[in-house]
C-alpha cells in the first residue's frame, strides 16, 4: 500500500490524537534533533513550536493511502520524536511506518533553536548543520526555571 502525506495547519486538529508510536528507534538527543530536521525539509515549519522541551513541536499530517482511505497522525517532539494517531488500528500502524520511511529518506535541514528541559533546570541549544546534530546543555537559574514553568504551564 503507497501512501501521499500532506501537512495540515489546523490547530483543531491536534487533540483528537494520542501516542501510538515511537519515530523510529532513537536513542539519543541527536537523534531526536536529526529527525525534526528531516521533518522539516519534507514538510516545512510545523503547526506548533514551543521552547518546552517537553512539548516542543507538533506537525499534523494527513496520510492517504492510494485506494482514498486516510488517517490523521501527529508527529510531535517530547525530549524524543513521538507518532499520534485518532484511529489505533491497523491502518493507521502502516500509514505511520510509511510516514518514518517517507521521512527518513529527506536530509536534514540545518536549524537551531534553544529549548528548556524543565524537569532538569537546564537549557538545552540544538543545532543541525550539514548533516550532524550538535547538542549542548547548560543549567538556568531557579528564577528562569520558576519564569519559564508559569510560561509553559500557566
Do not use: C, W
Request: charged share 20%.
Amino acid at each position: 500500500m503507497k501512501f501521499t502525506f500532506e501537512s495540515l495547519q489546523d490547530e483543531n486538529l491536534m487533540g483528537v490524537s494520542a501516542y501510538f508510536m515511537g519515530f523510529g528507534d532513537m536513542n539519543s538527543q541527536e537523534d531526536a534533533a536529526i529527525v525534526e530536521g528531516k521533518l522539516l525539509s519534507a514538510f516545512g515549519q510545523p503547526e506548533y513550536t514551543s521552547e518546552n522541551y517537553e512539548n516542543s513541536f507538533n506537525y499534523i499530517i494527513r496520510a492517504t493511502a492510494d485506494n482514498g482511505e486516510s488517517v490523521v497522525l501527529t508527529v510531535y517532539g517530547m525530549g524524543v520524536v513521538h507518532i499520534g494517531a485518532e484511529q489505533q488500528n491497523a491502518f493507521a500502524q502502516k500509514a505511520a511506518i510509511a510516514l518514518i520511511d517517507y521521512v527518513n529518506a529527506f536530509s536534514p535541514s540545518d536549524y537551531s533553536r534553544i529549548v528548556y528541559y524543565l524537569d532538569y533546570a537546564l537549557q538545552i541549544d540544538i543545532q543541525v548543520k550539514n548533516g550532524k546534530a550538535t547538542i549542548s546543555q547548560a543549567p538556568i537559574s531557579e528564577d528562569k526555571a520558576n519564569e519559564l514553568f508559569d510560561k509553559f504551564y500557566k
